[in-house]
């Protein structure tokens, strides 16, 4: 049976490259009617934290790609390790290297971390790589790829403080839990040739390979905190659906004839590693937002609302009525692209007082503003409020009182009732906020212009 894995190191957050390599392991193998499994490369015991484990394994879990096997990790493996540098060491595979001092290793620290019967005071152990012929890998995305044996060398495989290296854990690993297929990022194609011959020294057959460009920012190189988030925390913090992300990242190097949308189901029936592309994926954050945009408008409101409380809620806005909520996130749901935005967008619903700031309203004009807002009050004034219909026409007789077109005096309206220039029709903000709480913002924006 096909199985492949995802092996994060919980060394930082979760970024949003490794998350897509997550997904297409998942996919390919939930495609292949195969499994997927989680371990955390966590033998850099200095660098390595619980809190970043804790938060990759949550995001993924989050995500959907929970592991099918219980979740590895290498820092509770090192004697297994010891056991296989041992058995290179008998087959001649592997020797031991006195270290040399020299600018680039007089600081390295010496002390043991972890104590083992193979360790030497001042020496590593290497992996003696064979030189005598060529590796050509058949790449599941980028097909042959032949590696020169004038480029190999001897690899560190055991540290001289007693901790496994990365090349040697990782080929362990993928055989004893029984890998077929390794689907990764390209920057670590030039660790397969040193592999390959890592599972061929121990007996093992080499899984098969699948190297993925990495996702590059819109400038070409790659994705990094320059170009914005890239913590995957970041994009579930900020309120973008699980649906959103999986779909965005699928379409990240990959593509099916000219669909945008997926579900997961048809992720996984129509997943193919082979239509990935062998060229480097541009992360486009304005295509995230609008897919994400879509999801939320496609949404029942009534879940839209129980996702967007805790969003309020930080913003400390209580929310006491659920069917006002309702009515204005029917009102404005289309007007933001994740949750953490269309929460704060609509908190001066929920204020008795707004806070103006003239500076968010450039060009008004003042004395204008006064008279117009004199003239919608006193109109308002008269209206009951039954239908938007009534209120579009009093706002219709101001323009004709005052012999003016809509556009120069919806804006002073829409500012009065919201403080913002972005918000909905001027009909629907005046019947959702009713009668006496239309007139109550209008009144007060008049006063802050006196």
């Given amino acids: 049976m096909i199985k492949t894995r995802f092996a994060p190191s919980p060394t930082g957050w979760l970024h949003i490259g490794g998350v897509r390599t997550a997904l297409f392991s998942w996919l390919f193998a939930k495609n292949q009617g195969g499994s997927f499994c989680i371990r955390i490369d966590d033998t850099d015991t200095t660098r390595s934290t619980d809190e970043y484990c804790n938060s990759i394994i949550s995001a993924l879990n989050l995500l959907g790609l929970e592991s099918d096997d219980e979740v590895t990790y290498q820092s509770k493996r090192f004697n297994i390790y010891i056991d296989h540098i041992e058995a290179l060491l008998e087959s001649k595979s592997a020797y031991y290297d006195k270290i040399e001092v020299n600018e680039k290793t007089k600081d390295t620290d010496l002390n043991i971390q972890y104590d083992n019967r193979l360790n030497k005071p001042g020496h590593v152990i290497r992996f003696k ?47 004893e839990m029984g890998i077929t297929h390794v689907i990764r990022g390209d920057d670590h194609l030039s660790n397969t040739a040193i592999q390959i011959n890592l599972f061929n020294a121990l007996g093992h057959k080499p899984p098969k390979f699948g190297h993925l460009p990495m996702i590059h920012g819109s400038d070409g190189k790659r994705l990094s905190k320059r170009h914005g988030a890239v913590n995957i925390n970041n994009f579930l913090e900020d309120g973008y659906l699980v649906e959103a992300l999986i779909n965005y990242l ?19 029936k129509l997943f193919s590693i082979h239509n990935v592309t062998k060229s480097s994926a541009i992360f486009d954050y304005d295509k995230l937002n609008w897919l994400n945009q879509h999801y939320i408008k496609n949404k029942e409101i009534k879940d839209v609302a129980d996702m967007i409380i805790p969003y309020l809620d930080s913003l400390g806005v209580k929310v006491e009525d659920r069917e006002y909520l ?52 006193e109109k308002l004034e008269k209206n009951d409020f039954q239908a938007k219909e009534d209120i579009s026409n009093s706002i219709k007789e101001v323009c ?51």
């Avoid at 012929?133 to 560190?156: A, C, G, N, Q, Y």
């Avoid at 699928?250 to 996984?268: C, M, N, P, R, Y």
Wanted: charged share 30%.
């Fill in 129 to 175: 790589n064979s030189t005598e012929k060529s590796i050509t890998l058949k790449d599941m995305v980028h097909d042959d790829i032949t590696f020169d044996p004038k480029t190999f060398h001897d690899v560190v495989i055991l540290r001289s403080n007693g901790v496994p290296t990365y090349n040697l854990t990782s080929v362990v690993d993928d055989a």
């Fill in 326 to 377: 309702e009515t204005i996130l029917n009102l404005g749901i289309d007007r933001d692209y994740n949750l953490k935005n269309i929460a704060a967008g609509i908190t001066h619903y929920f204020h008795d007082e707004l806070k103006y700031d003239l500076s968010n309203f450039k060009g008004i004009k003042v004395d204008l503003s006064r008279r117009i807002l004199t003239n919608t009050i």
């Fill in 250 to 268: 699928a379409k990240t190097g990959w593509s099916h004839k000219d669909e945008e949308f997926f579900t997961i189901d048809q992720l996984v």
């Fill in 400 to 450: 004709n009182d005052m012999n003016l077109k809509f556009k120069d005096i919806g804006p002073v309206i829409r500012f009065g009732l919201t403080a913002k220039l972005k918000a909905p029709s001027i009909d629907e903000l005046c019947f959702t906020l009713k009668k006496t709480n239309t007139l109550k913002r209008l009144r007060n924006f008049h006063e802050y212009l006196n």
